[in-house]
């Protein structure tokens, strides 16, 4: 039984929280819901290798593991950073044998998107090259993105309509499938990292806010919620921690753990949210403060690639075929 | 038991009906959710508007005749309400001045204050706001900082406040501030008439969550108030704020009235949208539907409990403040029930807004505001829990020490 | 607007309160689950009138609105009486045009209980007759009765087998759907007098207990959890009354009324009991204390007549067919 | 990352099982849920069985060998705990006294105590239970009021214990008393080890609200104990409890295991009875299923973080308070979403309760106990919010009053 992190993933975890905490923050969230660019942006996640963790060495990425790279994108989650490493994840399933491509994605040359259906999809905006599944077969092309008023501008939600696709592999249903549980995984993981700092930020504000002569942290209607959030938080790593790690090391567990994981992960992100807002009180649902950002993007993040209702069957239709068993 | 109206409830009715149908021309309607393109204009349409229904009668029907209302009922002024928005006419201008300031100035105002003041108050020719709230006082309102110091005949106000409803559009406002630091907390303060153009008050509106600003920071930067302007005696503000906040019970209510989007509009998006869901989806959305129905429902007909109390000659107690409880709970369950039907559309609100998408995310966005502002949960199931249920008070270390060296400064 | 009891009704309360508070109690439901007999009892119930509240004048009730017999239920729920109201309630609208079994319904000389499909009847045991809707007609008959184990031994729960069932009235689809709907009202009520004495069991308990050297009460998690337990008393009173007055003077509205009460009844009630034994700590468990029995009383009314998920999609279906409007 | 046993595991694995294998004849073997008709017969089963484990050196393995143990690691214990399941052989009935009264006992306790109870203990040869809570002392352990009073060479104790686990078949039991009411409540306590079967002490079984007993009342009426029986000095009570009461973590130590009916259980359950569902009621079984089985995973995968650490030779900390708390709450989900799935079954329970819908009836009535019994959820939320997060604890009136004095009399 060794269910934890090694050196090198503590130390990887180490070296995002640093980059992150450079190169992104809440501040340029808010800024990207007023037109500012996304933070740290495509070119920087290439240069430093985050988005070729997954890719393999002969395609010029790290050739690691799905739990290397949620170790990052918890952090990334940690600073609402853009775009999202579940992009870059997902695609490298993808083009597991297109090397130039995949190069392409580890390099930064290419902004990849990857599109589901007719719903928004994550990382349209900006993306030169979209990848979805048309009649079976995984196909490649441009693409036409239209915008909203997204909630969360981190995540560049654009409706796609392909532009002369092409097909990169015919039958690709159990490529695709595989990818999005690995998509599954790496949003959680960010989410991991938005849902601890939103309650790591609340904790920190109850210590230090007094009312009726003394901090708010020692009212049991702070301390519990906060508290329920934490456990949530911790939960939810355990969750993410396992879908990684099967990914890799016992693919037939990913679909039941990848989908507990997004469930979980898009409950827990909101309660910690919403708590981190209320906390704060009447601070807490400024414009100026934080608090927001996470929730918007809990708000966002809970509708991506599914809601907590659909996994929830996901999950019941595996139990009830003996996934526990 | 019945929800018709007395025969003077239903005569009192006619009346307002009759004079908003009289007064038609001179008063601004608008559609739910709508807003006037110029902010400025939209000012002058409202205080023009409370100015005719102020000559119609119409204005401050509970306040006491010598103070220019009509003696009337709390529930006379519930009819006046209920007929505003029948006739679409928005909430009057001065609402916070008529519910809050203005009781307050009559309560503990001498009579060149009520003068001055209450009839040009009731006509909009001023309009006022609540300065109480402070940065580091939210729901420990006693806790606030703002000083005022005795110099001569004046005070020479400095400090922040916060959450202040109308500041930009003010004329005068009631000012809580602290005179005597060396007193414990709640012994400490004064209320004071403040001129909101006098020099040293700036005005900066706060922007919310969800983009919009209900809310203003006012700052006080050497502002002298001469002393004739006192509310009250010196280190009895906390007394003076009591009837404020009661009196803004009365105006709050807990009328069961629903916040945020109505449960009638989750209905309309709900017939709109069902049919185009999956069997799976539609079986979820009807489960939400329901539930967010019997909880607005539930809320309603309490408010209705309470209208009645307040037609029976009653004053709103404490239980007021489940109203708020409940109505937040429901507000919720109908946000996330239209969220849900809405699916990705919400989020993403292509277009520009005033779609139908929009007005929904929109909501999502203004709700966790009002889990907090006019009382968090949290303060609420406090004042049920002691006031209503009768269970014991947690202990209070700062209650008896001197403000300056309690907790409560930091 | 006068949407209150009048003095008659709060006169009724009164004496209701007095007898049941005399006549029945959760000891005596504690002694039903080792096989105690029901208290008050079908006679005491007769005897004072309350079998009878909304039987006509000419048939020997009292000729009264379903409000009048929501508020006496409401007592009966506070002491856990049996046989329940409901039944009561709804038989005397299945039987309005049949004066001679609504005599003996009223002076308690025919045991009814109505059946509703397949699952467990409430009152079953010791009825001797039977109230069912076949093939569209309100039939009249014996039953042979099975019984189990329930939670709650005071609902008289049995599986019901008609025997020599006759047709009373012919193409009685509406009739029993209005008589369903009343149940539903006087079932909603009986639950807010036992969740109305759950909260204040726990109040008391709160103000009299200390730990850490005062009352529990003073604690936001035990003063907190009580207040919404009891908000949500005083929102389900207002929709049973609501629904009670619907009944008589609004028919139109009673559906959407009934259903709404009763699935805020399932869920209210559920929640109070379960406050209650949190509240008591330890001694909340055990079954010499009255919580559990609250409790039992929860866990089983939840189900009867219907869930709050069958509930909800009623209102549902109401609301969307413009209920609202 | 792995699942897997390291080599050592593995190794230590295989002897254990092969051990039980080996002694397999001399061991008591039940289903879960099985339970032995006659209580007698089922006690001496249990001794027995202990008393072989001992032989084969697998009780106590944590403990220092100078007091009977095998100097091992939590993580064995661990494995033999897995091990023990996977055979079927039902927990240790001493399991209080190895986990906690034990460990007291070695930590306070004088060489002559080691000496003569310790040994026994790992046999079974006595059974133990440990004495603190009483009826006015829950959560707040603290003000006991079960009173030692010296009389000459013994002390002689009056009062009540609750909750006690085994009383009825223990020989022994850790008692905490108070020797000195003027003191404040944790000073003036002082801990005995006590001959369960002296003059004046009674046994009651304490009945559950689902009707079973887990649990016993013990009456101490002029129980005189000898003074070579105290465990530690007298007042320092307080101190070796807290000893007891971190092994108890240990013991107990939130490893991730369901609570109640397992998610394997709901799941065959689900597999049995979704077809009979209408298509509406399918959907939101499945949702309750779905959801069951994500916060049981959850739990259960953070069990193994916690397993994780001890085998890295870790102590489980406060968060191990987390894990009961999520499996409580995971628990809740698990049953309700069977008795969901019964429906009417599950409340009427036809037959002789044995079948399934008994059990899962059992199980929701014995749920409201679980978020109580051994820590409410109140009182964990309150260790990891001031242990785990920091966050400052509320302000304390009892600690420095003397206990006569204090509100915890009442």
């Known amino acids: 039984m060794n269910f934890d992190l090694d050196q090198d993933q503590l130390d990887a975890a180490a070296g995002a929280k640093q980059f992150f905490t450079g190169q992104a923050s809440p501040a340029q969230a808010r800024a990207a819901l007023e037109d500012g660019p996304l933070a740290p942006g495509r070119r920087a996640l290439a240069d430093i290798g985050f988005l070729g963790i997954t890719v393999a060495e002969d395609a010029g990425g790290a050739g690691g593991s799905l739990l290397d790279l949620a170790v990052v994108a918890e952090q990334a989650g940690a600073q609402l950073a853009g775009p999202s490493l579940v992009t870059a994840a997902r695609a490298a399933v993808l083009l597991a044998d297109q090397p130039e491509l995949a190069a392409a994605l580890a390099d930064g040359s290419r902004a990849f998107c990857v599109v589901d259906g007719s719903g928004p999809a994550l990382d349209a905006v900006g993306a030169d090259t979209f990848l979805a599944l048309v009649d079976g077969d995984l196909v490649v092309g441009g693409g036409e993105v239209t915008t909203g008023q997204p909630m969360d501008a981190t995540r560049g939600l654009g409706v796609v309509t392909l532009t002369d696709p092409r097909v990169l592999v015919a039958g690709a249903a159990a490529l695709w499938a595989r990818a999005r549980d690995v998509a599954l995984v790496a949003l959680a993981a960010e989410d991991l990292g938005t849902a601890g700092k939103a309650v790591e930020v609340g904790v920190a504000y109850a210590k230090e806010r007094h009312a009726f002569g003394r901090a708010i942290g020692s009212y049991q209607a702070v301390k519990h919620g906060l508290v329920d959030a934490w456990v949530g938080v911790e939960q939810l790593r355990s969750l993410v921690w396992w879908a990684a790690w099967a990914a890799d090391a016992a693919p037939d567990e990913l679909p039941l753990a990848a989908a507990s994981a997004k469930a979980f992960a898009a409950e827990t992100l909101e309660r910690a949210a919403e708590t981190c807002i209320q906390v704060h009180g009447g601070i807490g649902f400024t414009w100026e403060h934080d608090a927001h950002l996470y929730w918007r993007r809990a708000k966002v993040d809970r509708l991506l690639l599914g809601d907590a209702a659909e996994h929830h069957d996901v999950v019941a239709g595996l139990v009830l075929a003996g996934a526990l068993s | ?410």
Request: charged residues 25%.
């Open chain 2, 1 to 410: 038991m019945d929800f018709d109206d007395t025969p003077d409830e239903a005569a009192y009715r006619a009346r307002v009906r009759d004079l908003l149908a009289q007064h038609a021309g001179d008063l601004v309607h608008l559609d739910a959710g709508e807003e006037a393109a110029d902010a400025g204009e939209q000012e002058q349409a409202l205080r023009r508007t409370q100015r005719v229904l102020a000559e119609a009668g119409l204005v401050g029907v509970a306040w006491a005749a010598e103070h220019g209302g009509q003696g009337g009922s709390l529930a006379q002024q519930a009819i006046i309400g209920q007929e505003l928005a029948r006739a679409k006419v928005p909430s009057l201008i001065n609402h916070i001045g008529i519910g809050m300031c203005g009781p307050t100035v009559i309560a503990h105002g001498t009579p060149d204050q009520h003068e001055r003041y209450l009839a040009r108050l009731l006509r909009a020719d001023d309009v006022w706001c609540q300065l109480f709230s402070e940065p580091a006082s939210g729901s420990d309102l006693a806790a606030l900082r703002t000083t005022a110091v005795r110099d001569g005949d004046d005070w020479v106000v400095n400090g922040q406040k916060v959450w202040t409803t109308l500041a930009h559009v003010s004329d005068h406002g009631i000012l809580l501030t602290r005179t005597d630091p060396d007193r414990p907390k709640h012994g400490g303060l004064t209320m004071f008439v403040v001129d909101m153009h006098a020099p040293g008050v700036t005005v900066r509106p706060l922007r919310q969550m969800g983009g919009q600003s209900d809310f203003n920071e006012v700052f006080f930067d050497d502002v002298r108030i001469p002393d004739t302007e006192r509310l009250g005696e010196p280190g009895e503000g906390w007394r003076v704020a009591l009837t404020t906040l009661l009196n803004e019970r009365v105006a709050v209510g807990g009328g069961g009235n629903d916040l945020g989007l109505s449960v009638e509009s989750l209905a309309r998006l709900a017939a709109a949208k069902l049919p185009g869901l999956t069997a799976q989806r539609q079986v979820l959305a009807r489960q939400a539907v329901g539930r967010a129905a019997v909880a607005a429902l539930g809320n309603r007909y309490t408010g209705y409990r309470r209208l009645t109390a307040i037609s029976q000659g009653g004053l709103p107690g404490p239980e007021a403040s489940a109203g708020k409880l409940a109505g937040t709970a429901a507000a919720k369950l109908v946000a996330d029930a239209g969220v849900r039907l809405l699916g990705d559309d919400a989020v993403f609100a292509v277009g520009t807004g005033d779609d139908e998408a929009g007005r929904w995310q929109r909501n999502q966005a203004w709700l966790p505001g009002i889990a907090i502002a006019g009382g968090t949960d949290e303060v609420l199931r406090n004042i049920i829990g002691e006031r209503v249920l009768g269970l014991p008070p947690e202990p209070r270390e700062d209650k008896h020490r001197p403000f300056n060296a309690s907790g409560s400064t930091r």
